[in-house]
């Protein structure tokens, strides 16, 4: 048996409120993309080959799914027009679909099913024609069925209906509170009713109240409560002493400090109600906001911008810094001892000189200028141990966790307004998950500058 998956995304509107440029195959429930769902269960059903077909885009599909090898099974794609009827859509599907029996799921973006269930012969023994449907989303069968001993057992399945932004939550919420174990999920499970993915950071003070499912690449800070009944997406930060309760938190969101997210869906700086329908805007970037991902090519030249920088700092200050500290060593103005801080490597520590800059007289005030305290930083930039700027180090002790890319520089440093350490991570916070090149240069000189009006440097 093949399936054919076929989807209309003009069907799916509201889909775009909750994650707007994704094809909705791709819309994940409980941190698992639709289609992944239907590969599942068509595997589960004894299909060799799936064909998806879309009258949308569907390059961000096939890049997600690819062949089909890490589900061992042939994954192939094909376009459609809006006005193709179903019939019209095998026609051009013939080659396909030619002497096999054929599931098609038309329309359909889940349906409820369990993976423990026998569908292969339960579905080898039905009938041509509809298995399940409403309004035109059917599951349905071509092609002869083949005698079965178990064919007489019926396996659980019964579909859903998606028209809305508060179907889609309630279905989230169904499985999560009843049906977890009835699928393949993503992440660790423990224990019941709890599901965490690779790279999770939880905060000692942090709650996690079941259930719960948290995806990969996940910051949870201080003081913050994680459910019950919370789904946290994929690259999520939630900032300190915040609550996520009842709510679905999409991926790459960055959810404020002290905010409060109670039977909602949080996507990037949208925040949707899922019983009226209604989303909130919010202009507070520090409140809620996306997260920016970028790629490897990205990455790679950020840190090449940061490399570059670095070294310009550290041939136009070499001079200075050979002069200076000598003097000041032997005024007591200048002491330094070293410390041992994670470094931006995974799993690395780094050694670092920590100097302590008292302003007295003009030959420090200078050094403060210049930031000579932290020119021996800017080596470990060249050797990838730090950003430029990024996050204030965090030391190596048994209370503390690396959790943001160290840098020679904070954002912190750049802002005015932080009063205060928890302020300070704030800004970290922010600006690590929404940097970019040009952004940073700019940090970097508002950071040089403010830090000449301090009064000792640390």
């Not at 429930?29 to 569907?58: H, M, Q, V, W, Y």
């Not at 009827?85 to 029996?101: A, D, G, P, Q, T």
Request: with cysteine.
């Amino acid at each position: 048996m093949k399936t054919i998956i076929i989807t209309k995304g003009v069907d799916y509107p509201w889909l775009h409120d909750i994650l707007p440029g994704h094809h909705p195959l791709l819309v994940p429930l409980c941190n698992k993309p639709f289609i992944e769902f239907f590969i599942d269960f068509s595997i589960l059903a004894g299909s060799t080959a799936i064909r998806i077909i879309s009258d949308e885009t569907i390059n961000d599909v096939a890049d997600f799914c690819e062949k089909g090898d890490r589900w061992g099974i042939d994954i192939s794609y094909a376009n459609s027009l809006p006005s193709d009827s179903l019939n019209k859509i095998l026609e051009k599907n013939s080659k396909f679909c030619s002497n096999e029996r054929i599931m098609i799921i038309n329309n359909i973006l889940f349906f409820h099913y369990n993976k423990n269930a026998d569908y292969r012969s339960f579905f080898a023994s039905l009938p041509s024609g509809d298995v399940l449907g409403f309004d035109q989303k059917t599951l349905s069968l071509t092609g002869s069925p083949v005698a079965s001993e178990n064919s007489r057992e019926t396996p659980p399945l019964s579909t859903v209906v998606l028209d809305s932004a508060g179907q889609y939550y309630e279905l989230a919420k169904d499985l999560l509170h009843n049906r977890l174990l009835h699928y393949v999920l993503p992440g660790y499970n423990n224990e019941a009713g709890c599901y965490i993915g690779r790279n999770v950071v939880i905060q000692k003070s942090a709650k996690i109240v079941k259930p719960v499912i948290i995806g990969n690449n996940v910051q949870i800070l201080a003081g913050s409560v994680i459910g019950p009944a919370a789904i946290i997406g994929n690259n999520v930060i939630v900032d300190r002493k915040s609550t996520v309760a009842s709510s679905i938190v999409m991926d790459n969101t960055f959810i404020g400090e002290q905010l409060e997210v109670e039977r909602k869906i949080a996507s990037g700086n949208v925040l949707i109600d899922p019983e009226s329908g209604q989303s909130l805007t919010m202009e507070d970037p520090h409140l809620l906001s996306s997260i920016s991902q970028t790629g490897g090519s990205a990455t790679l030249f950020l840190r090449i911008v940061h490399g570059c920088i670095a070294i310009s700092l550290i041939t136009l200050l070499l001079l200075p810094y050979l002069l200076l500290r000598p003097i000041l060593e032997l005024r007591g103005s200048w002491s330094t001892k070293t410390t041992i801080y994670h470094s931006a490597k995974p799993r690395c520590k780094v050694a670092l000189p920590v100097t302590t800059l008292r302003k007295k007289g003009m030959l420090s005030a200078l050094a403060a200028f210049f930031s000579l305290d932290r020119y021996m930083w800017l080596f470990k930039v060249l050797s990838g141990h730090l950003d430029l700027i990024g996050s204030r180090p965090v030391e190596v002790t048994q209370e503390s966790k690396a959790h943001l890319r160290p840098g020679v520089f904070s954002y912190a440093e750049a802002e005015d307004w932080p009063q205060n350490d928890i302020d300070s991570d704030i800004v970290n916070h922010y600006y690590a998950v929404h940097s970019n090149p040009f952004k940073d240069i700019a940090m970097t000189q508002k950071a040089l500058f403010n830090r000449i009006h301090q009064e000792d440097t640390v």
